[in-house]
């Protein structure tokens, strides 16, 4: 589960909510109204710019931002290096068992190609598709959130808009234009709440946890590739450590050093 999203949203909508119940009346800041034609104008437009299941699968892709798996990097690289030295030591048909055993189905799938004798060009096509793909699944997800969040605020001020009019037409009556002011603007104040506290931040969330898991495949794809050329597991490790950021580096340098 990741924290930083969660409290993120609930640190931003108390905020928000303590501030306005610092202001004294509440109920002007409900608008059932106002609120469906944030969220339904919002949604319609999103389905005009996307399929109707992608849409729907916006749920599956919050979630992502909410209960993201994240890799241990430092473990990954130890386990492609001791596959590695196993390979060197016993062929690459002995490293079998160890690779029906692998957690994560990408690397399983590029060592199995590895011992079944697949030419180095062929996995590496095979693999580097199935990140392209991935790629652009998760990109996907990001723009509709970001549709979402582009759209929300429009849809803000067309319900002011729509406030607007329906206030001025009842100018006579002086007492009633405060009050229908305060509904008007109710409606650009949640499309852009929803929009920059939800929406747009999510798709940040989305994107930031993708090139991460982008990197990760990436390592993934070029340890495959150096135990299949029989390279020296020293050598190995070296290279997937630079796609490490400096910290873990060193956290799995001093792995090394305690083995």
Known sequence: MDLATIVGIVAGFFLISFAILSG?????????????????????????????KEVL??????????????VDSVVLVETMVDLSKKARREGLLAIDKEVSKLEDPFMRTGMEMVVDGTEPEVIRGVMETELSYLMERHKKGQQILNAFGTYAP?????GTLIGLVAMLTKLD????????MA???????YGALLSNLVFLPLAGKLKNNSDEEVVIKEMIIEGVLSIQLGEHPNTIQ??????????????????????
């Open 24 to 52: 004294g009346d509440v109920g002007i800041f409900i608008h059932v109204p106002s609120m469906m034609i944030v969220v339904g104008g919002a949604t319609a437009a999103t389905l005009i710019s996307f399929q109707l």
């Open 154 to 158: 429009a849809f803000g001020m067309i």
């Open 183 to 189: 509904v008007a603007l109710i409606t650009t104040f």
């Open 57 to 70: 699968g916006v749920i599956s892709v919050i979630k992502k931002a909410f209960f993201s798996d994240k």
């Open 238 to 259: 070296r290279k997937l450590l630079n796609f490490l950021a400096p910290k873990e580096r060193l956290g799995a340098g001093s792995q090394e050093a305690a083995g």
């Open 173 to 180: 009556d002086p007492s009633q234009i405060g009050g229908g």
